[in-house]
């Protein structure tokens, strides 16, 4: 009898314990600076980048354009219109890596791909396709330095 009503007490206790809500605060500032929608969401525009039909450029080349490829991520990224980029392991799709861009329309996704030299030599492809995510995606670059040991 004693086991059972420290049973029922321990988990009657559970269960208050986890059902009490965790107060949320909004910040209404924090909200308005990364243009959060009442969801605290708010629009991008996510590209996958493929390999790309040209097979025929020499390592040199393709370095160079790569370097680029990786100059115009920094640049991008500094300006804050990418989020996020990052390759893709080896996989049987041809799917090499991702931008997600910080603009609410395909035109203006399309304007920031054409700058980068990998795409321009056909290296990579983009597909470009709207997508709604949290407002707060837009912080983690901001983190992401003070994590990162090393640069690139």
């Known amino acids: 009898m004693k086991k059972s009503t420290f049973l029922i007490v321990f988990f009657l206790l559970s269960f208050l314990g986890f059902s009490q809500e965790t107060e949320v605060k909004f910040?209404?500032?924090?909200?308005?600076?990364?243009?959060?929608?009442?969801?605290?969401?708010?629009?991008?525009?996510?590209?996958?980048?493929?390999?790309?039909?040209?097979?025929?450029?020499?390592?040199?080349?393709?370095?160079?354009?790569?370097?680029?490829?990786?100059?115009?991520?920094?640049?991008?990224?500094?300006?804050?219109?990418?989020?996020?980029?990052?390759?893709?392991?080896?996989?049987?799709?041809?799917?090499?890596?991702?931008?997600?861009?910080?603009?609410?329309?395909?035109?203006d996704a399309k304007e920031l791909v054409a700058t980068d030299p990998a795409i321009k030599a056909n290296l990579l492809k983009a597909e470009l396709t709207p997508w709604y995510c949290t407002a707060a995606l837009q912080e983690t670059l901001k983190i992401h330095e003070k994590i990162a040991k090393t640069k690139m």
């Open 27 to 107: 910040d209404e500032n924090l909200a308005k600076s990364l243009n959060a929608d009442e969801y605290g969401m708010k629009k991008y525009v996510f590209c996958l980048l493929k390999s790309g039909t040209n097979t025929t450029a020499s390592k040199e080349e393709t370095k160079k354009l790569f370097e680029g490829h990786m100059a115009n991520i920094n640049k991008l990224a500094k300006e804050g219109k990418l989020v996020v980029a990052g390759p893709f392991m080896k996989n049987d799709r041809n799917y090499r890596g991702i931008y997600i861009f910080n603009v609410e329309t395909i035109e």
